[in-house]
């Protein structure tokens, strides 16, 4: 079981920037691809950005060059950095272990809770 606990949300200017956090406990973070999905209001959830168990990185359209995922193994924990945020960028932003084959096992995947970012002025 793998617990996963979001941190960082807020409220911000826009142009101004924030820095996320996901904290997981209950297992090691390292075999799982790892995601930021966020869920404006009256809108589907979409997937921000995701960055696999080797370190590739991919990111939506609507946040390349402004928002950077990273993660740091051995503190099981996975950052997501926006940059020049704007409105639109304005929902719930979840963490989430992406369902995963190790080792000959499967594990499932895992959302976090959620922390709301408002971009607003």
């Known amino acids: 079981q793998v617990q996963l606990v979001e941190s960082g949300g807020g409220l911000v200017l826009p142009g101004g920037s924030l820095r996320l956090s996901c904290a997981a406990s209950?297992?090691?973070?390292?075999?799982?691809?790892l995601a930021w999905y966020r869920q404006a209001p009256g809108k589907q959830r979409e997937l921000v950005a995701m960055?696999?168990?080797?370190?590739?990185?991919k990111y939506a359209e609507s946040v390349k060059g402004r928002f950077t995922i990273s993660r740091d193994n051995g503190k099981n924990t996975v950052y997501l950095q926006m940059n020049v945020l704007k409105p639109e960028d304005t929902a719930v932003y979840y963490c989430?272990?992406?369902?995963?084959?190790?080792?000959?096992?499967?594990?499932?995947?895992?959302w976090g809770q959620g922390t709301q970012v408002t971009v607003s002025s």
């Open positions: 989430k272990a992406e369902p995963t084959y190790y080792d000959g096992h499967y594990y499932p995947g895992y």
């Open positions: 209950g297992s090691f973070l390292s075999i799982y691809d």
């Open positions: 960055i696999r168990s080797g370190g590739f990185s």
